[in-house]
């Protein structure tokens, strides 16, 4: 089990762990605040992680700084909040720590908040990286960010492939909002980001935050009277070049 090894006295911060192929049922890995490189020896193809009945399979509030590479993450239900009773981050949920996921699959994992991912940078801005990452489109999140939702974060998309929706409210692929940062920044390069959403940006929301998107794809609808079918800004800064935005709809934007 991986989240055995992790949990082991002996694993430390500046470990890394190596995963060989298979299917691990069950898991729920806290990194517990260790900075630790995760990595599997034959890629996402044939390493999945596989969730339990509830929670996230990932998981860090102690303030670590960790690396994932090649894992199929599948079926993560999220955690469920003892306060609004709310489920956040069907499969990663960080709190005040950083990760970088690559190479890496998001398969039939859901939430009310973050589908695949939420972060939250609570007494500091964390950074949260997907690089050559695909959330596939059986993932959402019934609430905001059918894929993604960070606050307080910089969140970096790169050369990924990412197809969720939100059920009833905002952000098909990505809510992203400042919180109590002083700042906070959303960069998309080479990546699609093909999302649906109820309420406003159909694919992105973001409140608050710096944008820099490059050489991307955006699709996105917004499927009631909302706005913002790829993207939807309020405040920030937003510097969009060599995109398309194809196939968006919305009431206005």
């Not at 890629?43 to 960790?66: C, H, K, M, N, Y």
């Not at 955690?79 to 398969?107: T, Y």
């Not at 917004?222 to 919305?250: M, N, P, Q």
Request: aromatic fraction near 6%.
């Amino acid at each position: 089990r991986v989240d055995f090894a992790v949990a082991q006295a002996t694993t430390v911060s500046g470990d890394e762990v190596v995963v060989l192929p298979g299917t691990y049922p069950d898991e729920r890995v806290d990194l517990a605040g260790k900075s630790l490189l995760l990595r599997s020896t034959g890629g996402a193809g044939v390493t999945t992680l596989r969730g339990a009945t509830d929670g996230p399979i990932v998981e860090d509030d102690d303030g670590g700084s960790s690396a994932l590479d090649g894992f199929t993450f599948e079926a993560g239900r999220g955690l469920r909040s003892q306060v609004d009773f709310r489920r956040r981050g069907g499969a990663v949920l960080l709190v005040d720590s950083d990760i970088a996921l690559r190479r890496s699959i998001f398969a039939d994992c859901n939430a009310d908040i973050g589908g695949a991912l939420h972060a939250f940078g609570e007494t500091r801005r964390v950074d949260v990286t997907l690089d050559r990452c695909v959330v596939r489109p059986d993932c959402f999140a019934d609430g905001d960010g059918g894929a993604v939702f960070v606050e307080g974060a910089d969140l970096t998309i790169e050369r990924c492939n990412l197809s969720a929706s939100s059920t009833y409210e905002q952000g098909g692929i990505v809510h992203a909002s400042r919180g109590t940062a002083s700042d906070a920044r959303l960069t998309v390069r080479g990546s699609l980001l093909d999302g649906n959403a109820y309420d406003s940006g159909g694919a992105v929301f973001t409140a608050g935050v710096d944008i820099e998107m490059v050489d991307s794809i955006v699709r996105g609808r917004s499927r009631e009277d909302y706005f913002g079918g790829g993207l939807y800004v309020i405040g920030g800064v937003v510097d969009v070049r060599g995109c398309t935005f194809e196939d968006c709809e919305a009431i206005i934007g």
